[in-house]
């Protein structure tokens, strides 16, 4: 694997740029995420040394054997995939965000695992936007009752949102979906709360989510590529 990254790394920089001076969105409020479920070490490694630190999984047991193997590497491990909750305490060990919060329970067993001189853990809440039976997350109606349950909690700090919605190549429908996810979070603010993270926008929604006020975009495909089979 000698592949480099840094091209595809640079292009999607300047996309986000551009798509934050067309949406008069501030400079640098859009952080890449890049998303390496199923590349290998290498893939991480390359694109780490391009300039990349943030990076998301989907599987806590791929997240731990990366984390363990790049542990010299000053990486931020964002874990974005749905959570068994037999899996907390690899996460709670090695995460610094975790986007797939859909159940009190799990942001309860992270609270309780992170250890205790590690920083408190930046949670997002998932949505389930579209209104998806297959899909995770929670509908907008059980929102305000979960994040009050998770602010509560110690060791954890909520962010904000987190939605996948249905995949569709019609903009103007992307860009419904991502309003509806920054109006939940600005619901929330009303009341009181103070977030700031929308993460989403994918390889195939970026522009549509930064129009819509996305602060990290989760990026795999256009960096690495394909996904390997598994
Ligand atoms: C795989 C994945 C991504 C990246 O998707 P691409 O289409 O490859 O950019 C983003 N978010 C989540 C939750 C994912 O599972």
Same mark, same amino acid.
């Given at each position: ?50 300039? #990349? ?7 806590? %047991? $791929? !997240?731990?054997?990366?984390?363990? @193997?790049?542990?010299? /590497? ?67 109606? #059980? ?7 998770? %602010? $509560? !909690?110690?060791?954890?700090?909520? @962010?904000?949102?987190? /939605? ?67």
């Amino acid at each position: 694997m000698n592949r480099s990254f840094c091209d595809p790394l640079r292009t999607i920089g300047r996309q986000i740029k551009s798509a934050e001076a067309t949406y008069q969105r501030q400079a640098n409020s859009v952080q890449l995420l890049a998303v390496s479920k199923h590349h290998p070490v290498a893939a991480i490694e390359a694109a780490y040394k391009c300039g #990349q630190r943030a990076f998301g999984e989907n599987y806590a %047991q $791929e !997240l731990h054997a990366k984390a363990v @193997r790049l542990r010299q /590497a000053d990486i931020e491990w964002h874990f974005i995939g749905p959570i068994q909750s037999n899996k907390t305490p690899l996460i709670a060990n090695i995460a610094h965000w975790v986007h797939s919060i859909d159940r009190y329970k799990i942001a309860r067993r992270l609270s309780e695992q992170k250890p205790a001189n590690k920083a408190a853990i930046n949670l997002c809440i998932q949505i389930n936007i579209s209104a998806e039976a297959s899909k995770s997350g929670v509908n907008t109606e #059980q929102l305000p009752a979960l994040a009050e349950q998770i %602010q $509560e !909690l110690e060791g954890i700090r909520l @962010r904000g949102l987190m /939605a996948i919605p249905a995949p569709t190549s019609q903009v103007q429908q992307q860009r419904e979906a991502f309003a509806r996810v920054r109006q939940a979070m600005e619901a929330l603010n009303q009341q009181g709360y103070n977030l700031d993270t929308l993460s989403m926008g994918m390889s195939q929604d970026m522009e549509a989510a930064i129009a819509e006020g996305a602060t990290i975009v989760r990026i795999g495909t256009a960096i690495f590529g394909q996904r390997p089979a598994t």
